[in-house]
């Protein structure tokens, strides 16, 4: 069981590493970012781009995804042009993976 300090320092730094994506997806050319504050949900941000809204968890380090992964494509079945995907980085480089087909977020929008 993690400390109460390690739980403050985790929320932390996933809420900065959340304020950095969501100024990603903004300077890349998403439409509308919100992110979702105090989220208990697998969505912590959402975006829309063109007519495709897309739900993304963002996990930093080695945290482990399956249960919102799970979640994530659930809730995607049940909206229309809804993508699921996840957040994290790796090796230095933000990297976006959609859920539900493994291919890389950047590469199925076109995105620079």
Same mark, same amino acid.
């Given at each position: 069981?993690?400390?109460?300090?390690?739980?403050?320092?985790?929320?932390?730094?996933?809420?900065?590493?959340? &304020?950095?994506?969501?100024?990603?997806?903004?300077? &890349?050319?998403?439409?509308?970012?919100?992110?979702?504050?105090?989220? &208990?949900?697998?969505?912590?941000?959402?975006?829309?781009?063109?007519?495709?809204?897309?739900?993304?968890?963002?996990?930093?380090?080695?945290?482990?995804?399956?249960?919102?992964?799970?979640?994530?494509?659930?809730?995607?079945?049940?909206?229309?042009?809804?993508?699921?995907?996840?957040?994290?980085?790796?090796?230095?480089?933000?990297?976006?993976?959609?859920?539900?087909?493994?291919?890389?977020?950047?590469?199925?929008?076109?995105?620079?």
């Amino acid at each position: 069981m993690a400390s109460r300090e390690q739980i403050i320092k985790n929320r932390k730094m996933g809420y900065a590493y959340e &304020h950095r994506t969501v100024e990603w997806l903004k300077s &890349h050319g998403a439409e509308l970012v919100q992110r979702s504050a105090g989220s &208990h949900s697998p969505v912590d941000i959402w975006c829309v781009k063109g007519d495709t809204l897309f739900l993304i968890q963002c996990k930093s380090g080695g945290a482990k995804l399956e249960k919102e992964r799970k979640d994530l494509i659930t809730l995607a079945k049940k909206i229309k042009t809804v993508v699921p995907i996840s957040c994290f980085t790796e090796g230095g480089l933000k990297k976006f993976i959609d859920l539900a087909s493994g291919m890389d977020f950047k590469k199925v929008l076109e995105w620079k």
